[in-house]
T-cell receptor, first 121, second 114 residues
């Protein structure tokens, strides 16, 4: 089945530091890949996405490149701010072609466990 | 704002009681999803609807759980005979579909079973 593994947190960095949050996946089909962010007290928000190999998603200074050869989608930002403190979730959505999939989770997102990022001033 | 809304935001109930949550998706989104998120974990897929048809259910969705989307707009998730293990955040998401399945999430309903 599908799975997403991301680095354990919390990750604590100083303001303006370089950020990398690792994410690797396993999938049975042709996944699209996403990073979602959950700010304190708020709901999940889509941060960026990539729909095919070698695509680069970017938003708010964050970037992630879809690497099919290493099955990875690592999140990076060159200079983090205190306001980036949040929980970050890597996720995939597998485009299934054919009969109804009964494995559970068909057409739903498969999430990693989340990485809590803390940026100190 | 026409985002996904969920009601109630918080629910405290006693073990054995039934609870029902409501989700209003973004208008014209034909797909609606339910997820469950426990502390320290990512959301886990429960079920999804294409219009009014429930097309997939996760193994996580026991017989005590039932979801409906009667007119293809809002959806309800009911949990019968709640157990303490049902305590979690229940998230709803919607999408207009398409190949890359970008989902928009509601704020969630936090359920506490005493």
């Amino acid at each position: 089945g599908n799975s997403v593994t991301q680095m354990e947190g919390p990750v604590t960095l100083s303001e303006e530091a370089f950020l990398t949050i690792n994410c690797t996946y396993t999938a049975t089909g042709y996944p699209s890949l996403f990073w979602y962010v959950q700010y304190p007290g708020e709901g999940l928000q889509l941060l960026l996405k990539a729909t095919k190999a070698d695509d680069k998603g970017s938003n708010k200074g964050f970037e992630a490149t879809y690497r099919k050869e290493t099955t990875s989608f690592h999140l990076e930002k060159g200079s983090v701010q205190v306001s980036d403190s949040a929980v970050y979730f890597c996720a995939l959505s597998d485009l299934l072609i054919g009969p109804l999939y009964s494995g559970g989770g068909a057409d739903g997102l498969t999430f990693g466990k989340g990485t809590h990022l803390i940026i100190q001033p | 704002d026409t985002g996904v809304s969920q009601d109630p935001r918080h629910k405290i109930t006693k073990r054995g009681q039934n609870v029902t949550f409501r989700c209003d998706p973004i208008s014209e989104h034909n797909r609606l999803y339910w997820y469950r998120q426990t502390l320290g974990q990512g959301p886990e897929f429960l079920t999804y609807f294409q219009n009014e048809a429930q097309l997939e259910k996760s193994r996580l969705l026991s017989d005590r759980f039932s979801a409906e989307r009667p007119k293809g707009s809002f959806s309800t998730l009911e949990i019968q005979r709640t157990e303490q293990g049902d305590s979690a955040m229940y998230l709803c998401a919607s999408t207009a579909g398409g190949n890359y399945n970008e989902q928009f999430f509601g704020p969630g309903t936090r359920l506490t079973v005493l």
